[in-house]
């Protein structure tokens, strides 16, 4: 038994099991009543932001060639599901994905590439401005966030326990998105002690979900949020 609240964040939708990063995957987790999806930003060389982890379209789709050398109706040629078996699915514009959502699920942007004013605009456009957190994984970016948006949510994705705290909450930055194995009791607990929420990434098994969920971070990110979903159901009928 534990006591905490978890938020749960689908990493790129429901992907153990649909097309990462796909509008199914995304509609998948809604449908098991995730908090978050979380999905990955890139810009093409037309300037639209599209939402791929990769930076070339040949892991995930029947393409081949890089997001930033291609146009997104060339991007729209290609099928992004058909690798995980659910063909007809496209590499989706990031509008798409907030034309898909529910009205209670927020999104957990992170910038993989991208021009920071032109995805502030497209969130504007859509009036998605308070369903969303940004995150990536270079300062800079998010850096560049806080200056154009510091009512958005704004975390520092990292693969360990980061360094540069001070600079962190001096640019406002209060969320860090940390590899799970990174995270134990205390340096969660360090971590709160400095002001900062938690979200570890992404342990997958039952097991791993497990401890991270006792090292008292609050957001957990995994590619099984049906897996921790039955968890913190079985946890509440206690
Ligand atoms: O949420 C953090 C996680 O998405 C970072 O890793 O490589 O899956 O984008 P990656
Ligand atoms: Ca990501």
């Given at each position: 038994?534990?006591?905490?609240?978890?938020?749960?964040?689908?990493?790129?939708?429901?992907?153990?099991?649909?097309?990462?990063?796909?509008?199914?995957?995304?509609?998948?987790?809604?449908?098991?009543?995730?908090?978050?999806?979380?999905?990955?930003?890139?810009?093409?060389?037309?300037?639209?932001?599209?939402?791929?982890?990769?930076?070339?379209?040949?892991?995930?789709?029947d393409g081949s060639g890089f997001v930033?050398?291609?146009?997104?109706?060339?991007?729209?040629?290609?099928?992004?599901?058909?690798?995980?078996?659910?063909?007809?699915?496209?590499?989706?514009?990031?509008?798409?994905?907030?034309?898909?959502?529910?009205?209670?699920?927020?999104?957990?942007?992170?910038?993989?590439?991208?021009?920071?004013?032109?995805?502030?605009?497209?969130?504007?456009?859509?009036?998605?401005?308070?369903?969303?957190?940004?995150?990536?994984?270079?300062l800079e970016y998010v850096k560049q966030?806080?200056?154009?948006?510091?009512?958005?949510?704004?975390?520092?994705?990292?693969?360990?326990?980061?360094?540069?705290?001070?600079?962190?909450?001096?640019?406002?930055?209060?969320?860090?998105?940390?590899?799970?194995?990174?995270?134990?009791?205390?340096?969660?607990?360090?971590?709160?002690?400095r002001g900062f929420i938690i979200n570890?990434?992404?342990?997958?098994?039952?097991?791993?979900?497990?401890?991270?969920?006792?090292?008292?971070?609050?957001?957990?990110?995994?590619?099984?949020?049906?897996?921790?979903?039955?968890?913190?159901?079985?946890?509440?009928?206690?």
């Amino acid at each position: 038994m534990f006591e905490s609240i978890i938020i749960v964040v689908a990493h790129r939708g429901f992907s153990a099991i649909y097309p990462e990063n796909t509008v199914l995957s995304f509609r998948k987790a809604i449908e098991l009543g995730v908090d978050f999806i979380e999905l990955d930003v890139r810009q093409t060389k037309d300037n639209e932001i599209i939402v791929l982890h990769d930076e070339k379209i040949d892991r995930t789709t029947d393409g081949s060639g890089f997001v930033k050398e291609m146009t997104y109706k060339e991007i729209q040629r290609y099928d992004a599901g058909r690798w995980k078996g659910y063909s007809g699915e496209k590499i989706p514009h990031l509008k798409e994905v907030f034309e898909a959502m529910d009205s209670n699920t927020r999104i957990l942007i992170e910038i993989k590439q991208c021009d920071t004013e032109k995805l502030i605009k497209v969130i504007d456009d859509c009036n998605f401005r308070d369903r969303v957190f940004v995150g990536s994984f270079n300062l800079e970016y998010v850096k560049q966030i806080r200056n154009i948006s510091p009512e958005i949510v704004t975390s520092l994705i990292s693969s360990s326990i980061p360094e540069n705290l001070i600079d962190l909450i001096a640019s406002g930055i209060r969320k860090i998105d940390i590899n799970f194995n990174y995270l134990t009791k205390i340096s969660v607990k360090n971590l709160l002690s400095r002001g900062f929420i938690i979200n570890g990434w992404t342990p997958d098994t039952e097991e791993d979900i497990i401890r991270t969920i006792q090292t008292g971070a609050q957001f957990i990110t995994t590619n099984r949020p049906d897996i921790l979903k039955k968890i913190l159901s079985k946890n509440e009928e206690g």
